[in-house]
């Protein structure tokens, strides 16, 4: 059993080295800040190199906790942002599905929703508006990938190591170092009140 279990972790690793791919760094843009919205990230804007996984509907992640909460737990997520490395492996795009999830004693929990992000240009931020409540002070926004290697959009990562990074490989999580900072952003407000959307006239509600 010890040795199954090592071979595994060798291939992991493996499997991670053979899929980097190096870059200088690209630079981002941002998404406009709203009233009582914060941006929340950990990356520091440089794309250094982007990964991605053999197959498909696999995730990369970042947890956000209560340093950027604040401890509150009634809040939600209203876009998300993420970066995908350039013209890999052509100039077509594949998209992803970026997902909140809650948290479930320190791990990624129940799945509290997604949209569908088309990257157009990659290298640089892009965002999808969304709607998602929280009742937790910590949650995960994760990047999950469409499609297979080498044809899906790689996730952009910057250089300095990660440490609120996570990996969702075959339905199993885990916090890893290894990486740079997953470059996943979100738009978090601490104001928001679900089914109801902030406009630059006032809040908004669709009724259907």
Sequence with gaps: ????????????VCAFAANSVATTGVPYTTHPQPPAEYEFYWDDGIMSSGWIWYTGGNYWGVQFDEVKTGGDD?????SYGAVSYPNW????????NIHTFSDLGGYPGS?????FLQF????????????VGLTDAVFYIAFQQVGNYPSADSIGVDSVAGTHNWTGYQGSWSPTTIFGDFMLRCYWDEDYIPGVAETSWGAVKALY
């Design 74 to 78: 009634a809040a939600g997520v209203v």
């Design 111 to 115: 799945d509290l929703g997604y949209e």
């Design 120 to 131: 157009t240009t990659g290298g640089s931020f892009e965002w999808i508006d969304t709607g």
């Design 89 to 96: 492996p052509d100039g077509t795009f594949q998209g992803a």
């Design 1 to 12: 059993m010890v040795k199954k279990t090592l071979v595994l972790l060798l291939i992991a």
